[in-house]
């Protein structure tokens, strides 16, 4: 087998360049209107990729497309609920239209609900399963011809909550389990076509939402079980995104990275 040469880089700035920079690329992003999907969003528009912002909130993508343009970045606005399959498939036809290719897809959209598995009611077991699992299979299916045209990756937002578990959260764990088999399963299937699909799992992130619970006496319970002493800021997922969205990680595929603090390790 013939080996080919490692890449030489003349500067620091090179090697980061080539290994972490996005120009020219076009990603697409959902649940993008607010949190760590409008963050990391940005983090890509940064990083030089022209990002389609999704989500069903047009009027907060706007918002966030606002926050991009005026950092310098490049952005759009479509709106699309990840649970139904002919609206997907209208953003990504649309996306066809206008690029021909997807490089980076990031599947971000999720929701939760917090009951024991014995008193969940149907519809609230449905709805996390429906957006967190299912729709980021409606949305990867949808993005495959366009990433083969681009030879792109899939970037699945999972959870801790995928790799362990605590009470209240049979729902979301659920989801966020399927979502990792999900990752390694269209790995391996997508692989022919040079298509990565990989996954970052955080732990408790601090958002607009959190904030207040994490100011509760049960809040300060949870930040003192992680072992950094400290939730997550969205800053901290940058690294992980990065590596994986972009050449750095053109040999990695079927992983899982937990950004956690440590978390996952205090969980037994």
């Known amino acids: 087998m013939t080996q080919t040469a490692p890449a030489q880089h003349s500067s620091a700035d090179a090697l980061l360049h080539d290994n972490f920079a996005l120009g020219g690329k076009v990603a697409l992003v959902t649940g993008a209107s607010a949190g760590i999907g409008a963050h990391l969003a940005e983090t890509l528009a940064l990083a030089g990729a022209e990002v389609v912002l999704t989500a069903r909130r047009r009027d907060k993508l706007e918002g966030v497309r606002a926050a991009i343009e005026a950092r310098g970045g490049t952005a759009h606005v479509a709106e699309m ?94 989801s966020k389990a399927g979502l990792i088999q999900l990752t390694k399963a269209m790995a391996l299937e997508l692989a022919r076509d040079d298509i990565r699909v990989n996954a970052i799992a955080p732990g408790y992130i601090a958002t607009d939402i959190n904030g207040a619970f994490f100011a509760t006496e049960a809040g300060k319970r949870v930040i003192a079980a992680i072992p950094l002493r400290r939730l997550g800021e969205t800053r901290d997922l940058e690294g992980a995104l990065l590596l994986l969205a972009g050449p750095a990680g053109r040999f990695m595929t079927g992983t899982t990275l937990v950004v956690d603090g440590g978390h996952r390790l205090a969980m037994g």
């Open 81 to 174: 609920d990840v649970t139904d399959s002919a609206a997907v498939a209208a953003v990504f036809d649309a996306l066809g239209e206008r690029h021909g290719r997807l490089d980076i897809l990031l599947n971000n959209s999720g929701v939760a609900v917090t009951a024991r598995a014995a008193a969940m009611a149907e519809a609230d077991w449905d709805r996390v399963l429906d957006t967190n699992l299912k729709g980021a299979f409606l949305v990867s299916r949808a993005a495959v011809p366009l990433l083969r045209a681009g030879q792109g990756t899939i970037v699945n937002i999972a959870s801790i909550l995928g790799l362990g578990v605590l009470k209240g959260v049979a729902a979301y764990a659920a």
